[in-house]
Nanobody, 125 residues
Framework: QVQLIESGGGLVQVGGSLRLSCAASGLTFSNYIMGWFRQAPGKEREFVAAISQSGVSTLYADSVKGRFTTSRDSTQKTVYLQMISMKPEDTAIYYC??????????????????WGQGTQVTVSS
């Protein structure tokens, strides 16, 4: 079965950096767009970033643009989210997700087919 397993979360200070990883199995990785979402306590899940199957196209939420970078390694079947200049408002559970079509709903979580279990990121001030 399809599995997406996130790792790399943890506690970081304001201004610090973290790199999240999401290892995929059970699917043809090169066929899937990979997305990152996050959910803070008491808030709705929100889109963070997405990367196309080839890795050529990326999209970011305005709140993370210029600070977060997503990339993928097809040989490792892994997608990454590099986070720098982190802020307290980045505190959330981060999820990776997979879908096959890049459409106008790329930011919509319910349009993704598969999800990971999430990894906690806490930014302390």
């Amino acid at each position: 079965q399809v599995q997406l397993i996130e790792s790399g979360g943890g506690l970081v200070q304001v201004g610090g950096s973290l790199r999240l990883s999401c290892a995929a199995s059970g699917l043809t990785f090169s066929n899937y767009i990979m997305g990152w979402f996050r959910q803070a306590p008491g808030k709705e899940r929100e889109f963070v970033a997405a990367i196309s199957q080839s890795g050529v196209s990326t999209l970011y939420a305005d709140s993370v643009k210029g600070r977060f970078t997503t990339s993928r390694d097809s040989t490792q079947k892994t997608v990454y989210l590099q986070m720098i200049s982190m802020k307290p408002e980045d505190t959330a559970i981060y999820y990776c997700a997979a879908r096959q079509r890049w459409t106008g709903t790329i930011r919509v979580g319910r349009e993704y087919d598969y999800w990971g279990q999430g990894t906690q990121v806490t930014v302390s001030s």
